[in-house]
């Protein structure tokens, strides 16, 4: 079993919905990332978390320490969201252990 | 600041070729690591280093070599290429392991 796992591993939603990507871990961590890697290849840092919720625009990052759990919600859903997220935790040596991600597709 | 730089962007080498993966980051960050991509996988670290003339390793070490002589580069060497090490390289930077990452554009290798 991976020691993160995210889900769905697919999402296609219309223009305009609300969007949920799950991360639950299995170890113990210091914080989280939420990235994002768009078709061109590159990858950005959406968030970095430790407690508690952060708000960027129409993302929103949130994360339970003692459920083990993470999720990213994307608000009035647009076709240029369309992407892979990816989340991302600190283990204990400081070292990243990635989810596999998530292929968001968002329809016009 | 141009953040952190790859090259090359694409690369064909034949089995047991040699080769450096080149990785620069200007933003004097102290931590820097590299990471393979394969489908349906999550990034797996390879190497990683806290510092100049520090380096350890990841996840999947075996058939890659790293030296951090100076802050800002980290390149990365294949020794003697095979056809598993196709996959897609990230250099990523930050100020440490647990702050936020900044990542290269990628090296898509294909052996041959």
């Known amino acids: 079993k991976n020691e993160v796992e995210q889900s769905p591993q697919n999402l296609t939603a219309q223009e305009g919905e609300f969007i949920t990507i799950n991360c639950s871990y299995s170890?113990?961590?210091?914080?989280l990332h939420w990235l994002q890697q768009h078709p061109g290849g590159g990858i950005v840092s959406l968030f970095m978390l430790s407690s508690g919720k952060k708000k960027h625009g129409r993302l929103i990052a949130t994360i339970n320490i003692q459920e083990k759990h993470s999720s990213l919600h994307i608000t009035a859903s647009h076709p240029r969201d369309s992407a892979v997220y990816i989340c991302a935790v600190v283990g204990a040596t400081n070292k990243l252990i990635f989810g596999t991600g998530t292929l968001l597709a968002v329809q016009p | 600041n141009a953040g952190v730089t790859q090259t090359p962007k694409f690369q064909v080498l034949k089995t047991g070729q040699s080769m450096t993966l080149q990785c620069a980051q200007d933003m004097n960050h102290e931590y820097m690591s590299w990471y393979r991509q394969d489908p349906g996988m999550g990034l797996r670290l390879i190497h990683y280093s806290v510092g100049a003339g520090i380096t350890d390793q990841g996840e999947v070490p075996n058939g890659y070599n790293v030296s951090r002589s100076t802050t800002e580069d980290f390149p990365l060497r294949l020794l003697s290429a095979a056809p598993s090490q196709t996959s897609v390289y990230f250099c990523?930077?930050?100020?440490?392991?647990?702050?936020?990452?900044?990542f290269g554009p990628g090296t898509r290798l294909t052996v041959l």
């Open positions: 990523a930077s930050s100020q440490w392991g647990a702050e936020e990452q900044f």
């Open positions: 170890v113990g961590i210091s914080a």
